[in-house]
């Protein structure tokens, strides 16, 4: 089979490998689908301490595929069934586990991070994602490249828990990339009323009004000036903060209405992490502050339920679509920002 390897900094290869072997309790899936994430271009560019030229790792987190064979012990998948997986395991037995958050637990593990991810034609899926509900079936009509969105929508979908939109509220997302847009979408699909979108870059802005028009760009001049006038001085009730930007994060407290909630989605750059905040906005207008990374399980399969059934469409948010072949083109295709996502297909 062909993967793309990465062997250390910006040195990604295509190359033919052995079909994993799979043991009796073990799936292997056939990949149609897996996207490329911001995550994959930090390790990429940044290297990773646990790759190198004796341990290369195949990336790729965000995957979809039809299982291609099961081992023997396997009762509840089949082959030809077309599946999403959700990339976090736990260890099973810790507190975090046992209570559904696997992404939270010490020992997680996760496809294309610290194991064998999806930029491969097969992946050997372990005996704990088997039994973890990793894979999750899906109807056969669902695109594919639409599937392996879903990940990067599970984690928006576990940050929005955190703020806990309601029916009708305001809602300002800052960063208008795959990722906010995904906040967007899923915020209106949750019942807010209006959605703004900011980001520096104009471009950005128009993508996402070209995928979903119900969305309000705020371009150009003060933000904090054209929210107050949009929301006749009230602020808005959530703000997700979806772009790296510390500063974005401070400013986004003298935008907030009474009782107003915040979400610091994803993280910022090493060594820009020490952010000052105002802090008796907090205090004054008794605002809450959150934080979320990765997801668990049943968030992913909410989001997978969601484009089943035709509540959160997400097709029109690929830009991009390679071969594996081409993935170097398709890794610099993404790292431009000049599109939305990035899809390797099968
Ligand atoms: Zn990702
Ligand atoms: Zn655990």
Known sequence: MKAARMYGVNDIRVEECAIPQIGPDEILLKVKAAAICGTDLRMIQNGDKRIDREHPRILGHEISGIIDAVGEKITRYQKGMHVCLAPNMGCGVCNQCVSGNTHLCNDYQAFGINIDGGFAEYMRIPAEAAAQGNLMVINENVDFGEAALLEPASCVMNGQSRVNIRLNDTVLVIGAGPIGLMHALIAKASGA???YMRDLSEERLRQCTEVDDDLIPVYGRNLLEQIMDFTGGKGVDVCI???PSGQAQAESLELMAMNGRILFFGGLPQGKDMVSLP???????QLSICGSTRANVEQYRSVADMVGNGRLNMKKIISGRYALEDIEDA????????????????
């Open 193 to 195: 009323g209006r959605v």
């Open 241 to 243: 903060v979806a772009c």
């Open 279 to 285: 802090s008796n906005l907090i205090h004054y207008r």
């Open 331 to 346: 890794l610099t295709y993404a790292k431009s920002g000049k599109g939305l996502k990035t899809v390797i297909e099968f």
